[in-house]
């Protein structure tokens, strides 16, 4: 296999850091904190755009680390859903309220 190029780095550096703000995520919304996901949106597109730019051989150097970033998201999306309403990507025990709950 040949080395990975320069930017690939960074692309290890972001999917780390959204990993981090996912486990972040999850941790505020287990003791009912609100939840602002709009910096890791952005991580996720940075990511994507990333991946989409290498080689095919270049980007399965990547899979295991996107393979648990989606998991960590699918289950980050599960614990969002159980919390209940949530609105503009941010959720808080009085959207229910709001919401009519």
């Known amino acids: 296999m040949t080395a990975l190029p320069p930017e690939s780095d960074r692309l290890q550096a ?3 850091k959204a990993s981090s703000l996912v486990g972040a995520a999850r941790r505020l919304l ?8 709009a910096a890791l949106e952005g991580r996720v597109r940075l990511i994507c755009d990333g991946i989409a730019g290498l080689t095919p051989e ?22 969002l859903r159980d919390a209940g309403p ?3 990507g941010r959720w808080s025990r009085g959207s229910e309220e709001k919401a009519g709950g």
């Open 14 to 16: 972001e999917i780390e």
């Open 30 to 37: 287990a003791t009912g904190t609100m939840v602002d996901l």
């Open 58 to 79: 270049t980007g399965r150097a990547f899979r295991p680390g996107i393979e648990a970033l989606i998991t960590d998201l699918d289950r980050l999306d599960l614990a």
């Open 86 to 88: 949530y609105a503009d």
